[in-house]
């Protein structure tokens, strides 16, 4: 057995057959060429049995906003494990190999959805956010009063992609675990899109976008009736948003629903003059610390916490995290230096939970995650971290 990226044109072509096999595709032949010109070569890995591709993995560049700043973050997408050899270990064998790499290139994040919770959580990996599909009725939209005059849309163009690329940064920032998103990312599952889906802004100053939405329509069924997806709505003014809600809400006599992507506690469900809304996806991604020290440096803390804690964290697969730390936060940033009396005690799987904010200390002490330490030192450490529970509304 050996762990390496493919080198043959052939071994891509294995590899990718198992991805296509692992998401329930028929292989498709056609479909190599488009695929393997996708694929990232330098950020990929496969384990082979004999010459023959038995799982493979690839992580994609991302940054994550944790406290308004963008994380250095891997994400894996995608894993897959050939039928044939599943029940080996061969999944948890790639997951962790890129491990190395990912401290290598300075993403001290790894993210990923879980196809099974329970590999992932074997190599450290923990709950760290969530996401989630609402549905309503679209005629409420109409019934949301604007506090100001509506602001006047207009339908985006490709030369406005550099306004939207910006105001959806400026809109990432300030919603934890949003992610900053590469270019590639853009090109290769936003932007595909564009001409297929509704695009609508707001002018701002100087060029810039104050806010723009994102929709799109399912197909519709006689007489006149269509359901309304809206991918994303950025907005820098909360009438901006307002004046994009109606927008689409304007299509109510025949877009009956509406479902639209956000953490649980979207701020349009606070406008919406009934409680009917639904759920329809509830999705928990995973988020693992790569390099503990790194990561607590590249994110940002509130301004008003202050102080000191003493950490034992456990990592059995990277060594580099592992041991006694003393995490301290003042003035909005934080550092974890080596040392300290190890009070409080967390697995890795604890600690990455806690980093992204998705769990408070007690949560995690009662679920085994974290031992020992004061009331303060856990006070401490869920002012430090909890906010929001981290969202995205991206799928990769």
Sequence with gaps: MEVRAPQTEEEWQEADAVFQRGFGLFVDTDAFERNLARQMRDRYLAVFLDGRVAAAAQVRPFGMFLGGRSVPMGGYSPVAVAPEF??????????????????ERGEVLAGLYPASTKLYRGVGFEVAGVLVQHSIFTRHLNQIRPTVAWPTERRL??????????????????????????????????????????????????????????????????????????????????????GLWKLVGSSSSQGHTTKFLGGHEHPL?????????????????????????????????????????????????????AGSWTLTVEGGTG?????????????????????????????????????????????????AFSTATPSIVDFY
Aim: negative net charge; aromatic residues 10%.
């Design 157 to 242: 163009t490709d030369d406005d992609i550099p306004a939207i690329k910006a105001c959806y940064r400026r809109t990432a920032q300030r919603n934890q675990g949003w992610l900053d998103r590469p270019d590639s990312w853009w090109d290769q599952a936003i932007l595909e899109n564009f001409a297929k889906e509704h695009w609508y802004g707001v002018d701002g100053d100087g060029g810039e976008l104050a806010g723009y939405v994102r929709y799109r329509h399912a197909r519709a069924s006689p007489p006149y009736s269509y359901g309304i997806t809206v991918n994303e709505l950025c907005a820098d003014d909360p009438d901006v948003a307002i």
């Design 269 to 321: 469900l606070v406008l919406l003059p009934e409680q009917d809304a639904k759920v329809e996806l509830d999705i928990r991604w995973m988020a693992r610390v790569i390099d503990a020290s790194a990561a607590v440096a590249a994110r940002g803390f509130p301004a008003a916490v202050t102080g000191s804690v003493g950490l034992e964290l456990r990592d059995p697969q990277c060594d580099w995290n």
């Design 86 to 103: 599943r029940g080996f270990g061969h999944g948890t064998r790639v997951t962790e190999a890129h491990f190395s790499h990912l401290r």
């Design 335 to 383: 550092t974890l230096e080596k040392g300290g009396d190890g009070d409080v005690q967390l697995t890795i799987n604890g600690f990455s939970s806690l980093f992204t904010g998705y769990a408070t200390a007690e949560t995690l002490r009662m679920a085994g995650l974290l031992s020992g330490g004061s009331p303060r030192d856990h006070d401490l450490l869920t002012a």
